[in-house]
T-cell receptor, first 115, second 117 residues
Framework: AQTVTQSQPEMSVQEAETVTLSCTYDTSESDYYLFWYKQPPSRQMILVIRQEAYKQQNATENRFSVNFQKAAKSFSLKISDSQLGDAAMYFCAYRSGGATNKLIFGTGTLLAVQP | EAGVAQSPRYKIIEKRQSVAFWCNPISGHATLYWYQQILGQGPKLLIQFQNNGVVDDSQLPKDRFSAERLKGVDSTLKIQPAKLEDSAVYLC???????????????FGPGTRLTVT
């Protein structure tokens, strides 16, 4: 069975600084997708960034980028130029490349942004 | 485009009572998901529908939980009777289809926070 581990329950960053959130996963599959979701206090899950396992290039979305290390099964999220609105719970998620489309989430990292 | 709608946003019930949650997915989305998010944990998939058929309900506690999507659009998740450990946020999500490909991302609703006392 696939598992997702986020070892940082809480992180803090100064506004305009850079922070990296860690995520490791375990799978025996070769075809899969990885995601980072943001969940603000409103509870609505928002997709931040996705990575296809078959792509070697790390995904980027504006201030958000990932460091995908397939052999190490590591998938970290880097937030550059942190903003107050980035404060939220961040979840790493895994999805098999098969037809189920089921998301498996980690336990989350609560990010605080200090002004 | 309207997002995934859920109601109610909050619900407080006593143990052994019943409760129902409603979800309306994004128009045209064939696949609908119900997740349970216990405080301090990530969401866990309870059940997944493709149109009005169940694709995966392996983690649904079927002795007390039930869900339906009769016309392939709206869905209802019911708990009867509720237990204290059912206190959680119940998230509904939808996606265009259930096929291979990351473009079929899941869009989440705001969730329903259930407190069982």
């Amino acid at each position: 069975a696939q598992t997702v581990t986020q070892s940082q329950p809480e992180m803090s960053v100064q506004e305009a600084e850079t922070v990296t959130l860690s995520c490791t996963y375990d799978t025996s599959e070769s075809d899969y997708y990885l995601f980072w979701y943001k969940q603000p206090p409103s509870r609505q899950m928002i997709l931040v960034i996705r990575q296809e396992a078959y792509k070697q290039q790390n995904a980027t979305e504006n201030r958000f980028s990932v460091n995908f290390q397939k052999a190490a099964k590591s998938f970290s999220l880097k937030i550059s130029d942190s903003q107050l609105g980035d404060a939220a719970m961040y979840f790493c998620a895994y999805r098999s490349g098969g037809a189920t489309n089921k998301l498996i989430f980690g336990t989350g990292t609560l990010l605080a942004v200090q002004p | 485009e309207a997002g995934v709608a859920q109601s109610p946003r909050y619900k407080i019930i006593e143990k052994r009572q019943s409760v129902a949650f409603w979800c309306n997915p994004i128009s045209g989305h064939a696949t609908l998901y119900w997740y349970q998010q216990i405080l301090g944990q990530g969401p866990k998939l309870l059940i997944q529908f493709q149109n009005n058929g169940v694709v995966d309900d392996s983690q649904l506690p079927k002795d007390r939980f039930s869900a339906e999507r009769l016309k392939g659009v709206d869905s209802t998740l019911k708990i009867q009777p509720a237990k204290l450990e059912d206190s959680a946020v119940y998230l509904c999500a939808s996606s265009l289809a259930l096929y291979r490909g990351s473009r079929y991302e899941q869009y989440f609703g705001p969730g329903t926070r259930l407190t069982v006392t």
